[in-house]
């Protein structure tokens, strides 16, 4: 799979794409990746990329016109979705992480200032997605987090397949505790369960734990479950 990313900031994607197991499956060729910076389509001799909205207002809006001609300079774009980034999108949520993998690659939208023109929006976006109830400034982070998630579910991406099985949410549950040596730390032992060797006593701990955290933090998962 190949992430596009329209961007004014370049450097924090590469810079990701650079660490840790990301960089991993980049240079397995699990996943691919590259940055399209904006600016670089502005006809302003200054690159300017923004202007005052029409009707008033405090900020700046991003402009279509260059948005467009950086989309436009992917040659497949008609061919992958096109992801807007904005906390008036729907939540992205594990689901969809296993669900977008089905396509070759996808193309974020990584907005700044008060958004982008409405007009690209509708002509071009295929998809809107929220990280969450809060507001940053920019789409670059947003846009990150959905290409890390959505490269954990894509076959080769992590050594062990059957940890995915395990993670928060594949189960409609948040993840139970984990523990690893030492036995005691600061006075505080691991549960007896989990060095009893009892597996299927492990498991049903481990459910239940699972159970207990749910109904303790994320209640809505569970009455979502039951719908």
């Not at 089905?102 to 509708?122: N, S």
């Not at 459910?207 to 303790?216: G, S």
């Amino acid at each position: 799979m190949i992430f596009y990313f329209l961007t004014l900031f370049p450097d924090i994607i590469e810079v990701y794409f650079q660490t840790s197991m990301m960089k991993r499956a980049v240079d397995r060729g699990i996943i691919q990746y590259k940055t399209i910076d904006i600016r670089c389509f502005s006809e302003d001799k200054h690159h300017r990329v923004d202007d005052t909205p029409y009707g008033g207002g405090a900020g700046m809006v991003m402009a279509a016109p260059p948005i467009t001609r950086a989309l436009k300079s992917i040659s497949n774009w008609e061919a992958l979705p096109v992801v807007h980034l904005t906390p008036s999108g729907q939540p992205f949520i594990q689901e969809d992480a296993c669900t977008l993998t089905k396509h070759d690659g996808l193309i974020f939208v990584c907005g700044h200032y008060e958004g982008i023109d409405q007009r690209f929006i509708d002509q071009y976006v295929t998809l809107e997605y929220s990280a969450g109830d809060f507001v940053l400034t920019g789409g670059e982070l947003p846009a990150l987090l959905m290409a890390d998630a959505i490269s954990r579910n894509i076959q080769g991406f992590l050594g062990n397949q059957e940890s995915l099985a395990e993670e928060s949410f594949e189960n409609g549950l948040l993840e139970y505790p984990h523990y690893t040596r030492p036995a005691v730390f600061e006075a505080h032992t691991v549960p007896d369960v989990l060095l009893s060797g009892n597996h299927q006593a492990i498991r049903d701990w481990r459910a239940a734990k699972a159970l207990e955290r749910t109904k303790k933090r994320r209640p809505d998962l569970l009455k979502k479950s039951l719908q």
